[in-house]
């Protein structure tokens, strides 16, 4: 069993940045992909960015290139997502996920986990 804790969303003008945390207990997450998928209203669930089990390789969404920047602690079991430069069309509830045994390429794209938190609300807007 995993549990996924999101912290860090709330109200942010456009520009402008904020941090989201994950704190994640349980087993196999050193052989655990971490990531973020977000959903807007109406809209379907998104890999946004996900990260191998020791943090070498990344998967970011096209969408968030370059304004998103996704880092793991494995010591601390925390997967954080940076992000700056947030438009509006950003507004959506993000959620941490895990999947075990695969890259982060394949669990963004297909935005399936093994597990997932209940979600932070990111609305971006002046």
């Known amino acids: 069993q995993v549990q996924l804790v999101e912290s860090g969303g709330g109200l942010v003008q456009p520009g402008g940045s904020l941090r989201l945390s994950c704190a994640a207990s349980?087993?196999?997450?050193?052989?655990?992909?971490i990531g973020w998928f977000r959903q807007a209203p109406g809209k379907e669930l998104e890999g946004v960015s996900c990260i191998s089990n020791r943090g070498r390789n990344t998967y970011y969404a096209d969408s968030v290139k370059g304004r998103f920047t996704i880092s793991r602690d494995n010591g601390n079991n925390t997967v954080s997502l940076q992000m700056n430069s947030l438009k509006p069309e950003d507004t959506a509830v993000y959620y941490c996920?895990?999947?075990?045994?695969?890259?982060?390429?394949?669990?963004?794209?297909?935005?399936?986990?093994?597990?997932r938190g209940q979600g932070t609300q990111v609305t971006v807007s002046s």
């Open positions: 996920a895990v999947r075990r045994f695969v890259t982060p390429q394949s669990m963004c794209v297909n935005h399936r986990s093994d597990y």
């Open positions: 349980g087993a196999l997450l050193d052989v655990s992909t």
